[in-house]
């Protein structure tokens, strides 16, 4: 069974950091793409960075507000990847997602194959 376990999340004053992690098992990690995604109630979920599939197709980052302040990460030895976001601010309030898709060249919301159920972050002003 595959899974997807974030934590990391919680209430941060602005200007703070947090470092969210995402464990996965009961797949190949270095098949995957991995991306973050971010869900504020009753908006629609943004893709915030991602790690494509393949060392020729660079990270990038798909919110231009976390630009320079958030960097997306992995561990192939732990299943693990990461999201460290500095400089929080207020508006960074969100769900925060990680996703896995097999052998793709972007995160596609629609087209992800496997979610995290989520970790709530929380930045006080």
């Known amino acids: 069974e595959v899974q997807l376990v974030e934590s990391g999340g919680g209430l941060v004053q602005a200007g703070g950091s947090l470092r969210l992690s995402c464990q996965a098992s009961?797949?190949?990690?270095?098949?995957?793409?991995i991306g973050w995604f971010r869900q504020v109630p009753g908006k629609r979920r943004e893709e915030v960075a991602c790690?494509?599939?393949?060392?020729?197709?660079?990270?990038?980052y798909a919110a231009d507000s976390v630009k320079g302040r958030f960097t997306i990460s992995s561990d192939s030895d732990k299943k693990t990847a990461y999201l460290q976001m500095n400089s929080l601010k207020p508006e960074d309030t969100a769900v925060y997602f990680c996703?896995?898709?097999?052998?793709?060249?972007?995160?596609?919301?629609?087209?992800?194959?496997?979610w995290g159920k989520g970790t709530l972050v929380t930045v006080s002003s």
């Open positions: 996703a896995l898709i097999w052998r793709a060249r972007a995160c596609v919301d629609t087209s992800m194959d496997y």
């Open positions: 790690i494509p599939y393949g060392d020729e197709n660079p990270t990038y």
């Open positions: 009961g797949l190949t990690f270095d098949d995957y793409g």
